[in-house]
C-alpha cells in the first residue's frame, strides 16, 4: 500500500511548450486564433487531408463526420465495442444504428474476419477504433469499405502518429477523428481534430456546407454580435491580398479588472457593450465599410484603410473619455479615481478606465500572414498600455531597421 496518489495520466510537458501556452496567453488570441489555424494546417500537410478542422474534442468530428452523411433511419454503422461510449452516442445522435462487431483477443482492434458478415445493404460507414494507437487493419478494411461503397470514418482519438502498411492512420478513409485530452500522446488538455480524406463529391459538399455553418456559428462574439476571431483573421487577409495600405487597430480596456472587482460583472458586461458600440458607430460613421471585430473579453480589433485609422482613433477616444465616467458613482467619477486592492491584497488608487490602442500598418513592413500581424498588433496594444491616459500608437518600424523608435499619439 503506497500514499503516493495515482494519477489518471502524467503528461511530458516540455518547456518549450509551457513558453508556447505563456505567449498564447500573453497575445489575447486563447481562442480560435492565429495558433489554432497554423495547427490545422500543419495537420493538414502532415495527413495531405483537404481538411483539418480544430473542434472541441474527437467526439465533436466524430459527430461532424456523421452529419455529413446525413444517415436516414434505419441507416448502419460498424464499429466495435472496445471504445469510448461517444463513438457509439455521435452515430446515435446522427440518426444511424450502431452494429457491434466483436475484437481480436490480442489486439482489441475490430475483428475483419467478423466484418464482411456484419455488412448489409443498410451500412452507411465503418468506423473502426484504433485501440491505445494500435492501427486496426486498415488495408482490408479500406478493401471491404471500397468494394461495397461504404465511408471509412477513423476513431483515431489515441492515434495520431501511428502507422500500418507505411501510412500514417487519419489517411485511409473520408474522415479520421483524433483527440487531444490529456492521457492522449499528444495534448493540449481538450480538444480534437478532424480530417478528411477520399470524399464523393456529395460527401465533400455536404462537409463543406457543415464546415461553413460551424465557422458561421462561432465567428460572431455571442456578447456583441460583432465578427469573433475567425472573421478578423479573414479580414485581414482580405486587405493583405488586396495590396493597398491598412491598418489593424488593437483597443483594449485600462483597468477593467478593478472596475470589475468593484462594482460587478453585469456592470463589467455593460462597459464592453458600450465600448463596442463606440467603436461600431465611430468606425461605421467615419467609413462604412470599416471592420470592426471582437477577440472577447475588452479586446478589440478595427481593420481600416491606413489613411482613416487615425481619424477613427482619435475620435473612438474622445467618445470614449467622455462617456466612460458615467458608468462609475458619483463619488467615484467626482473623484477621479478609487481605492482597490492589488493581487497582494494592498489598497492603492484606481484610475477612471482609459482606452490603449496599439496600431500596426503595412506601410514599412511586408506580411505574408495575418497571424503575423495579429502578434504584432498585440505588442504595440502592451506598449500603448504603458502610457498614461487613453492613447493611439502607431508602429513606426521598417523591416529593415527593427530599431526604429515607436512612434505614439495621444488623444487630445
Not at 496567453?25 to 495558433?35: A, D, K, N, Q, V
Not at 487597430?249 to 458600450?274: M, P, Q, T, W
Request: aromatic share 8%; proline share 5%; with cysteine.
Amino acid at each position: 500500500m503506497t500514499d503516493e496518489f495515482l494519477p489518471f495520466s502524467r503528461p511530458s510537458i516540455s518547456r518549450e511548450a509551457i513558453d508556447e501556452v505563456v505567449a498564447c496567453l500573453e497575445s489575447g488570441w486563447i481562442t480560435t486564433g492565429p495558433r489554432v489555424k497554423k495547427f490545422e494546417e500543419e495537420l493538414q500537410r502532415y495527413f495531405s487531408a483537404p481538411h483539418a478542422l480544430a473542434l472541441s474534442s474527437a467526439t465533436a468530428g466524430l459527430h461532424l463526420a456523421f452529419a455529413a452523411l446525413e444517415m436516414k433511419p434505419g441507416d448502419e454503422v460498424i464499429t466495435t465495442p472496445m471504445t469510448f461510449a461517444a463513438t457509439l452516442n455521435t452515430i446515435v445522435l446522427t440518426g444511424g444504428r450502431p452494429v457491434l462487431v466483436d475484437v481480436e483477443p490480442d489486439t482489441y482492434n475490430m475483428d475483419v474476419s467478423r466484418l464482411a458478415k456484419a455488412i448489409t445493404q443498410r451500412t452507411r460507414a465503418i468506423v473502426p477504433v484504433h485501440f491505445a494507437g494500435l492501427p486496426a487493419n486498415l488495408p482490408r478494411i479500406q478493401e471491404l469499405a471500397a468494394s461495397r461503397r461504404i465511408t471509412l470514418a477513423e476513431d483515431a482519438a489515441h492515434a495520431i502518429g501511428a502507422a500500418i502498411d507505411g501510412k500514417r492512420v487519419g489517411s485511409w478513409g473520408s474522415f479520421a477523428s483524433f483527440s487531444f485530452y490529456a492521457n492522449k500522446n499528444m495534448t493540449t488538455g481538450e480538444g480534437g481534430m478532424l480530417t478528411s480524406g477520399r470524399l464523393t463529391e456529395e460527401q465533400r459538399n455536404r462537409l463543406d456546407v457543415l464546415l461553413t455553418r460551424t465557422e458561421r456559428n462561432v465567428s460572431v462574439h455571442p456578447s456583441t454580435r460583432l465578427p469573433g476571431t475567425n472573421e478578423i483573421e479573414r479580414e485581414i487577409k482580405r486587405y493583405m491580398d488586396a495590396g493597398g495600405a491598412f491598418a489593424v487597430c488593437y483597443a483594449d480596456l485600462d483597468h477593467f479588472k478593478e472596475y470589475n472587482d468593484r462594482y460587478s460583472y453585469n456592470d463589467g458586461d455593460r462597459v464592453i457593450f458600450l465600448l463596442s458600440r463606440i467603436l461600431h458607430d465611430v468606425v461605421k460613421g467615419i467609413f462604412p465599410s470599416g471592420f470592426v471585430g471582437h477577440i472577447g473579453g475588452d479586446d478589440f480589433i478595427l481593420v481600416l484603410p491606413l489613411d482613416v485609422a487615425a481619424p477613427c482613433c482619435s475620435e473612438i477616444i474622445t467618445v470614449f473619455d467622455l462617456l466612460i465616467p458615467f458608468q462609475y458613482s458619483d463619488q467615484d467619477r467626482r473623484a477621479g479615481y478609487f481605492f482597490g486592492k492589488d493581487r497582494r491584497g494592498q489598497l492603492h488608487r484606481v484610475p477612471l478606465m482609459t482606452l490603449s490602442i496599439g496600431i500596426v500598418t503595412n506601410e514599412h513592413r511586408r506580411f505574408s500572414h495575418p497571424a503575423q500581424v495579429s502578434e504584432l498588433a498585440t505588442e504595440m496594444k502592451s506598449y500603448a498600455k504603458t502610457l498614461p491616459g487613453s492613447v493611439f500608437v502607431f508602429d513606426r518600424r521598417r523591416d529593415v531597421d527593427a530599431g526604429d523608435v515607436l512612434g505614439a499619439q495621444a488623444s487630445a
